[in-house]
């Protein structure tokens, strides 16, 4: 421990209107950076007044993507402290992540300690509005000046936060989906379970043409058979159906999430029955049309629980829950986020106390 540098703004920015934050509009003052260089290894880990990048322009990442993030929170408890939610989880998917890109890995206690120190240097800028947290985004990316396709010998490690409200407009309001039958976002062998801003670009045009129909995101189906059921949006998708949690397996194209797994965690504490498993979009409307598919919802760190409630196939359409939350994606919302923002005891070990 205390390894990291600190440069210190000399001009603090203005705190936003926490009413009105949006998701990822605002910056706070401070940011970490570390650098990786061949020969050297993760050195100089500092944190620095937030600012812009002097990059080459043939910096590797702008030609060949190579770049891993994550995300993240630090809430604000009703007693005024701050805590992290599964912070090692994310450590440990990051450095899967970069293991897929061929980037060096990160030291788990440098990455922690950069968290913890970054959020309680700008710890005055946790919202305390219900609902609001400080998202945080740790990424790296390669900055060797070359054009040639190889793994870059140099990079930046870089951790940026912004208070938050809502991922999406509608809060908990149910969203409306379509299944996406041109695009997909992921294969097996590629790089689905790795958290890369490729696999993001790969969702925007889909993403676009779902926006501009009136629907809020798209559910991915797998790249091979064109029937089995991957994402929502940029989230894990949840299915109750017969009174069982039915989710996508694991199975490489998929993100594994960490809200997802918390989900998948309280919901068999509770004793409901979870299976994960493949789940075509046939099974799905078949559930649906029969009345079998209770609730919808999709999981992720920034949008919590987000339920689904209408879903459209072809010229197939099914409102869920009478378009209302279901009592499930409900309760599982209270409580993990109860969780979250300390308003109940943590029986899992799930928060990290920051102050
Ligand atoms: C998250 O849920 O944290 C994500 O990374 C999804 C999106 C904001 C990219």
């Known amino acids: 421990m205390g390894k990291i540098r600190f440069i210190k703004t000399e001009s603090p920015k203005a705190k936003p209107d926490q009413k009105n934050l949006g998701f990822g509009r605002y910056f706070t003052d401070h940011m970490f950076l570390m650098n990786y260089d061949e020969g050297q290894g993760w050195h100089d880990p500092r944190i620095v007044p937030y ?45 899967v992540s970069c293991e897929r890109l061929c980037i060096p890995q990160i030291d788990e206690e440098i990455f922690m300690e950069a968290l913890l120190e970054l959020v309680k240097l700008d710890q005055d800028w946790v919202p305390t509005e219900p609902d609001t947290s400080l998202y945080i985004r ?15 010998r140099s990079y930046i490690f870089c951790i940026i936060t912004c208070p938050v409200g809502a991922y999406y407009p509608e809060g908990l309001n149910p969203v409306k989906i379509y299944v996406e039958s041109r695009d997909v ?30 629907f809020s995101q798209v559910l991915w189906l797998d790249g ?42 309280i919901l068999k504490h509770w004793g409901i029955p979870v299976s994960e498993r493949p789940i075509t979009v046939d099974e799905l409307f078949e559930a649906a049309e029969q009345g079998r598919l209770e609730e919808a919802f999709g999981s992720g760190t920034a949008a919590v629980i987000s339920p689904i409630g209408k879903i459209v196939y072809g010229d197939k359409s099914e409102i869920l829950s009478g378009g209302k939350i279901g009592p499930l994606a409900a309760k599982l919302y209270d409580y ?19 102050v």
Request: aromatic share 10%.
């Open 51 to 95: 600012g812009p990048f002097e990059l080459e322009p043939s910096a590797m990442v702008l030609h060949y993507a190579q770049e891993v993030f994550e995300g993240m929170k630090a809430y604000r408890r009703a007693d005024g402290g701050i805590q992290l939610f599964r912070p090692l989880e994310n450590i440990r998917r990051m450095n």
């Open 138 to 152: 740790p990424f790296v990316f390669a900055t060797e000046p070359q054009v040639g396709v190889h793994a870059s």
């Open 185 to 214: 976002r992921a294969v097996r062998g590629g790089m689905g379970y790795a958290k890369t801003g490729g696999n993001y670009a790969a969702t925007l045009r889909a993403g676009e043409a779902a926006i501009a129909e009136g």
């Open 224 to 265: 091979i058979h064109r029937k089995y059921i991957e994402e929502v949006g940029s989230m894990n998708v949840l299915f109750k159906i017969d009174g069982e949690v039915v989710t996508p397996p694991l199975g490489g194209s998929i993100l594994p999430g960490i809200t997802r797994s918390s989900c998948l965690h």
């Open 336 to 354: 993990l986020t109860a969780i979250q923002w300390g308003r109940v005891e943590d029986p899992f070990g799930w928060t990290v106390r920051v």
